[in-house]
């Protein structure tokens, strides 16, 4: 039973004074309620007055010597008394702390049987206090461990040592938490052990926290990866896709021969989508946020989503009327919706249903809210299936690159690590909720933006733009200068040349140019630092800035400047030929703007 706080106990006062009252009142009514007394009159005779003053006389005498010895067996007593009461309140003390203690306590006779357990071990356990006294601390066993780990348990405490471990438990419900423990043995006055007491701290929690940690410190040197062979790699692939379609432009290739090429091309375009992914997931990435409606945008997506997902799954878009303004990279926002598809496609071999919901929601300080999604205006998009669902191991790692639960050969594993890094990067947060045999739910958190969405236009592209107007080319790298250059003078463009910033500086001062396309990474100084020396004598000048990878500050800021355009690597003829003829022709302000701050 559960232990119970003594009761505290009164001291004995054994009123030493009224005692002896009492004695002398007894000994006087005997000495003077005599017959012999009363026969007598009072003092008649001196030898009977002489006897009974004596009688009183000694009556008084043993009387106060029966109150001294009363008053300090009393006094002994009180003290004996008052410190018992001290140790049942210290008792009742500890007994309430352990009591009320948030870590779990179990006591077991020897041979292991259940004399009390607290609140706590029945909390974290699930138990009742009727179903586990008398029981065995078997009932939370989780079949983790090996016979050894307990062999090695009793072993220590048969010794009489206390032992300290850890336990992977199991609670009524079914569910596993670890804990660390330590089991001491309980001995008596004579030092015989007579009970074992085990401690148990629930450390599911900080294990969590722990692997999470470790879990996005590996992540992070993924992405320290990624972003370390991304600027080397998208350069080789700028220079395989610039020569394919050069090659493809060439009118001396026979048919075999160009479709070799564009097997090429489409071949590095794969290539660099795969690097995309892997920046998007780390979150390195230059993005081009743009004011969208969400609703809008899933609306446009919706033909594009139904023949992805097949006929054998049902697709269900519900938007509300209010705009669902958000300020991110429409493009990448794309991409989110599209692999959260392809993720519920998968989910769903023999058909369901996959449902996309946009709604605007206000959380208040005080509203529920998944962490660490903050309180504000958010446009929320839900996406859901009916496919088969995850467990806990799964959905634990659901975000993690290259995990993926599909047979070799199939997926990368990026698709939602991917999606994870463009929500993030765009100051938002993506929640999965799921279990097995009862699909997924897929929840994306996106800061509500107050500005009007740009339209978007569904037109095919117009015939590719020339110039003739003079471009300063920027580049280290000689077979990417090359290809770049080959591209803008096959569009009429003049093109001057530079392996350096001060080679650059020069031919500007000589040549006055009207664009500076310039590689982010140069060796001697970075791109948006020559921009800014060169911009300094001409105030006029547009800036276009190509890498295959961004630099941290451009990845804090989200661009390079309110004048400044970025193109990743590799990009086809296309790409820069558009964004070339968009940056001449747009409205010069008086000083270009090259600052990265916000």
Known sequence: MTPRRPQGRLPVNLHPGRIAIGYIVVGLVWIYGSGFALRLPIFNGFTEAIEIFKGTGYVLVTAAGLYVVLARRSRAIDTAQRELIAVDEQRARLVAAVEQSEEAVVITDLSGTITYVNPAFQRVSGYTERELLGGNP????????????????????????????RFINRNKEGATYEADSVITPVRDARGVVVAYAGLQHDTTRER?????????????????????????FNNLLMIVLGHAELLSASDSLDDSACEDVQQIAHASQSAAALVRQLLAFSRRQVLEPAVVDLQLLVGQLRPMIAGLLGSAITLEVKSGTAP???LVDAGQLEQVI???????????????????????????PTDDRPEPVRPGSYS????????????????????????????????????????????????????????LGRGS????????????????????????????????????????????????????????????????????????PSLLIADVRLPGIDGPSLAAQIAGN????????????????????????????????????????????????????????????D
């Open 338 to 364: 599209v692999n959260l598809a392809v993720n519920a496609r998968d989910a769903m071999p023999t058909g369901g249903t996959f449902t996309m919901s946009v709604s605007n929601v206000n959380i208040g």
């Open 538 to 597: 001409h105030p006029d000048l547009a800036v276009l800035f190509v890498s295959g990878y961004a630099s941290e500050a451009m990845i804090e800021n989200g661009s390079l400047g309110t004048e400044a355009a970025f193109l990743a690597k590799p990009f086809t003829s296309d790409d820069l030929g558009r964004q070339v003829r968009a940056l001449l022709d747009r409205p010069r302000t008086s000083k270009t703007d090259l600052s990265t701050s």
């Open 138 to 165: 078997n009932i939370v066993r989780s079949g983790q461990h090996e016979p050894e780990f307990y062999a090695q348990l009793w072993a220590a405490l048969l010794r009489g040592e206390t032992w300290q471990g």
């Open 324 to 326: 669902s303004a958000v």
């Open 380 to 435: 929320v998009l839900t996406a859901s299936d009916t496919g088969s669902g995850m467990d806990a191991a799964t959905r634990n790692r659901v975000f993690e690159p290259f995990f993926t639960t599909k047979p070799q050969g199939r997926g990368t594993g990026l698709g939602l690590a991917t999606a994870h890094g463009i929500v993030s990067q765009s100051g938002g947060f993506l929640f999965v909720d799921s279990e």
């Open 208 to 232: 969590t926290l722990e692997r999470y940690l470790a879990e996005a410190g590996r992540l992070e040197a993924v992405g320290q990866l990624a972003g370390g062979i991304a600027h080397d």
């Open 441 to 512: 739910t897929f929840t994306v958190y996106l800061p509500h933006h107050d500005g009007t969405p740009a339209p978007r236009s569904d037109n095919s592209p117009d015939p590719m733009p020339r110039g003739t107007e003079s471009i300063l080319l920027v580049e280290d790298e000689k077979p990417v200068r090359a290809v770049i250059e080959r591209a803008l003078r096959q569009l009429g463009y003049t093109v001057l040349v530079a392996h350096d910033g001060e080679e650059a500086a020069r031919l500007a001062d000589d040549n006055h």
